[in-house]
């Protein structure tokens, strides 16, 4: 494994203008040509191919370290699944969201049947330590089959709208996967999603909901966590 001191070596800029060029394409709905042209404009001459090399490296390595740090999940999940267009075949990408709309797991399947929601429910499981106390979920056969074998205790509520929170949560993919032009391979579209939902429960402070003050307090924890997380 590789030491943090060596993350960076034989790259010609500096660690900083890595992390900020990663931060920048998933923090925002930026292109690596945008995030080209915003570097040049600060004096960073950078071409966008050299972008997208350090956010397929970086990006997995920084998210990887957020959610070693992440301070835990609600006890409650909503999961959703919604299909997603791969080189002309769809694929079904599942997410799970706690009732603060932090997302516990994504994970792109091929199917969404029996098999594919107790691999989902596993992944979901490992991240969250426990059972959770209430599921909630769509209608679909698989979650039900999944959710008697891996979560007996767990209530599991299908009414309709239940599980809104994990529907909306998709929202954000939806208008990247439009601004790449679609997902290349599932291992890309399974990288991004998951660096993306690292960076997005660092940052999604619910800024409605708080007084400005204590927003900025709160951004300022998150910029902290985010360096923590990419230090050299």
């Known amino acids: 494994m590789k030491s943090r001191e060596s993350l960076y070596r034989r790259h010609r800029f500096p660690p ?27 004096g960073v001459l950078v071409i966008h191919e050299s972008i997208r090399l350090w956010c397929n490296k970086f990006g997995p390595r920084y998210a990887h370290r957020l959610r070693r740090r992440h301070r835990g999940y609600g006890d409650t999940v909503f999961m959703d699944e919604v299909f997603v267009r791969i080189g002309g075949r769809q694929r079904y990408l ?20 029996a098999a594919a929601a107790r691999r989902f429910f596993r992944h ?22 999944a959710r008697r074998e891996l979560l007996p205790s767990a209530a599991h509520d299908t009414h309709r709208y239940a599980n809104n929170r994990a529907e909306l949560s998709h929202q954000p993919t939806r208008v990247r996967e439009r601004g790449m032009r679609r997902f290349k391979s599932m291992f890309q579209a399974q990288r991004f999603v998951r660096v993306r939902a690292a960076v997005s429960n660092l940052f999604s402070l619910g800024r409605h909901l708080v007084a400005a003050g204590h927003y900025r307090r709160l951004r300022q924890s998150a910029f902290a966590s985010w360096d923590r997380a990419v230090a050299v």
Request: overall charge negative; charged content about 30%.
């Open 94 to 113: 599942w997410r799970a969201v706690d009732q603060d709309g932090e997302v516990i797991d994504v994970l792109l399947q091929e199917r969404r049947d």
């Open 124 to 145: 979901v499981l490992a991240h969250l330590g426990g059972e959770p106390r209430t599921i909630a979920t769509d209608k679909l056969g698989s979650y039900a089959v």
């Open 16 to 42: 900083e203008i890595i992390q900020y060029a990663v931060w920048l394409y998933h923090r925002f709905n930026l292109s690596h040509r945008d995030i080209e042209d915003l570097l040049a404009r600060r």
